[in-house]
Nanobody, 120 residues
Framework: QVQLVESGGGLVQAGGSLRLSCAASRSISSLDVMGWYRQAPGKQRELVATITSGGSTNYADSVKGRFTISRDNAKNTVYLQMNSLKPEDTGVYYC??????????????WGQGTQVTVSS
């Protein structure tokens, strides 16, 4: 079982910055990949960024150059630094990882989400 708790969301003006945090209940070194997703009302949840245990990162085209995903293994925390925010970035941001069990295979785990609102 993996528990994830997001924090850091809020209301910012366009062009501003926020840093989201995702605290995991176990060592993130034991998790092969962690990611950030977001979902706007009436829209499908979309992948924003991922980071592997080896440090490789991946970003959605819409956030490349503006967002940075990073991790602090000592704190079991993954971050999403969001700069140059746009109204289109508004949505609920979720932290996600996966955990393998021999009985059930890969299982996805999601945080509760944190709201990000960018005003124009």
């Amino acid at each position: 079982q993996v528990q994830l708790v997001e924090s850091g969301g809020g209301l910012v003006q366009a062009g501003g910055s926020l840093r989201l945090s995702c605290a995991a209940s176990r060592s993130i070194s034991s998790l092969d990949v962690m990611g950030w997703y977001r979902q706007a009302p009436g829209k499908q949840r979309e992948l924003v960024a991922t980071i592997t245990s080896g440090g490789s990162t991946n970003y959605a085209d819409s956030v490349k150059g503006r967002f940075t995903i990073s991790r602090d293994n000592a704190k079991n925390t993954v971050y999403l630094q969001m700069n140059s925010l746009k109204p289109e970035d508004t949505g609920v941001y979720y932290c996600k990882t996966r955990w393998y069990t021999y009985s059930a295979g890969w299982i996805d785990y999601w945080g509760q989400g944190t709201q990000v609102t960018v005003s124009s």
